[in-house]
């Protein structure tokens, strides 16, 4: 059982990542997503540690206290950068990423920012950000109720509004974004998750990656992603509609398999774990 105290801190320059890591082989960096933690990863963690891989599972910046870098934003092009100094401190010259919906995002951006660096990528619950523009009324409406909380988080007084009636809006997101994933491994997700944020520079950071989304992206996020990728999507997440997804395919210059989870929402490496895995494994075996 993975707890905090497995957990190390390892620097470079002004920044420090808060991370647990296990097993031994080629290296596989896991990536938690809003509102989350790293020990959501635990069990998928172990399964690749038996598998013969070594796993590097990280706070997102801005989730930890010792993670905070006063000053440094949240922007695509930072936290793509946060990625690729993980390895740095880290004394790795690459590794696979996988990463769950902002997780997710900072995968997208390190593949694109430092291919040389990273071997392939596994987003999950997110498209690439370049094709999130719906085609048409039906769909605008679609992501609009499951993305609401983009706008929520702009306001001044959203860390107020979160806190309120014991994070009662952490639970309301989880709800609507995975309705049907019910149990001790997600009521403990969202108990993780409300501890975390107890802390309000925390909550701060987290919804400060929102706060982040109006900044100008880099011409280098917008480069080709020369590695293979496996995205995974639920079917039931982003109101259905997994347009996006398919034309993220053609960002991959490697190639991209889509998996998608006819039962799941927004957290389908969990709510559909062991299929997860099982496809995960898959991919890491074909990629070089």
Known sequence: MVSESDFQNVSLGE???????????RPVVLMHGFPDTPLSWAGIARSLNQAGYRTIVPYLRGYHLDTLVPGRPYDALHVAEDAIGLLDALGLESALLVG?????TVVYGAASLAPDRVRGIVPIGIPHPQTLKPKNALQAVGMFAMARHFIYFQLPWAEAGTRRSDFRYIDTLYQRWAPGWQGL??????????????TPEVLTGAIDWYRAMGAKV??????????SGL???GAKDFGGHLGPYKKSRGLFEGGAELLVMPDAGHWPHREEESQFTDALLRFLGRTP
């Open 15 to 25: 920044q420090t990542w808060r991370y647990y890591e296990s097993g031994e082989g």
């Open 100 to 104: 769950h919906d902002w997780g997710a």
């Open 185 to 198: 491994e997600r009521d403990a997700a969202v108990a993780r998750a409300k501890a975390a944020f107890s």
């Open 218 to 227: 880099d011409r280098r996020l917008r480069a080709p992603i020369r590695c």
């Open 231 to 233: 995205m995974v999507a």
